[in-house]
């Protein structure tokens, strides 16, 4: 299968102009991640979301919320994107695109021919490939050898606001949150972080969500009924979990629901790669 065959052609794109808070705006409405960043049609660089919250001021910061506003809607994106994208051509193999993105620390592959910007694809895309295109091989590979067996995770009455600074710190988006019994009982994304944010203050900005959320504890924002899978489920099953409901992640549970790990979308491409190549080992 080919990138062609796989990328998105309808891209969110922005110029080296766009604001700071215009680019975070287009990310939060279109449920994405990533932006790449366009003059004319010819690729110039790409600007992730944990580019803008570096870029944002500070925790620490003595500005007010107007001149916060004011600097997120005047400073261009050009100050914080990549200029030396990773991207790959229409033509070029999905195997070739999966180890690119692997090796990358983007999360998605703008596909570029002649230097301009036809199209994207996310890991997302990939995974969905691998599965049509090598579902024998999903069907012998078991999630246990695969997971991480030992996530990082909160319990019910932690702080929202420390449970962000350990995503931001571990450069994560998933903590399982379980009980003293180690048992799963929910989990908390850095969606469902922005959200609670979102709901308590429509024009939240990202720099301000640790201040705002320090008292609120994770029970009070984290989902509930949570998918999982067992150390034993087949690698082609959690990936059909991953496409027909868009997660990225899955805890792994054992008996009586006690967490034993957890498996995300780039662990099951890093499966399929090595599968692919002969040389399939356990996640580390």
């Known amino acids: 299968m080919k990138a062609q065959e796989m990328m998105h052609t309808n891209v969110v794109a922005v110029s080296p102009e766009t604001s700071l808070g215009e680019a975070q705006r287009l990310m939060r409405d ?15 660089g790409l600007v992730t979301d944990r580019d803008l919250r570096n870029a944002s001021p500070s925790q620490a910061t003595t500005l007010l919320r107007g001149e916060i506003n004011y600097q997120m809607d005047t400073t261009p994106i050009e100050t914080c994107m990549t200029r030396k994208v990773v991207v790959i051509r229409p033509q070029d193999l999905m195997i070739d695109g999966a180890r690119q993105l692997l090796d990358g620390a983007f999360g998605c592959l703008p596909v570029v021919e002649q230097g301009q910007l036809v199209g994207i694809i996310t890991e997302i895309d990939l995974l969905r490939g691998f599965l049509a295109a090598a579902a024998p091989a999903g ?3 078991l999630v246990k050898d695969y997971m991480h067996p030992e996530p990082y995770t909160m319990m019910p009455n932690d702080l929202v606001g420390i449970a962000y600074e350990r995503m931001q710190e571990a450069h994560i988006r998933h903590l399982p949150v ?53 150390r034993d489920t087949v690698v082609a099953d959690a990936g059909q979990l991953f496409l027909d409901h868009r997660f990225s992640c899955l805890p792994v549970v054992g ?18 790669v090595a599968q692919h190549v002969g040389t399939a080992s356990p996640s580390t």
């Open 30 to 44: 279109h449920r994405i991640r990533h932006l790449p960043v366009v003059s004319g049609q010819h690729l110039v």
């Open 139 to 141: 069907e012998l590979m």
């Open 178 to 230: 379980i009980s003293a019994e180690f048992k799963l009982v929910g989990i908390l994304t850095d969606r469902d972080i922005r959200l609670a944010g979102a709901s308590t203050a429509p024009h939240l900005a990202a720099h301000e969500l640790v201040h705002l959320l320090e008292k609120m504890t994770v029970n009070a924002i984290m989902t509930t009924e949570v998918r999982t899978v067992r």
């Open 255 to 272: 008996d009586d629901n006690r967490l034993e790990g957890i498996i995300t979308v780039t662990d099951l491409l890093r499966a399929y």
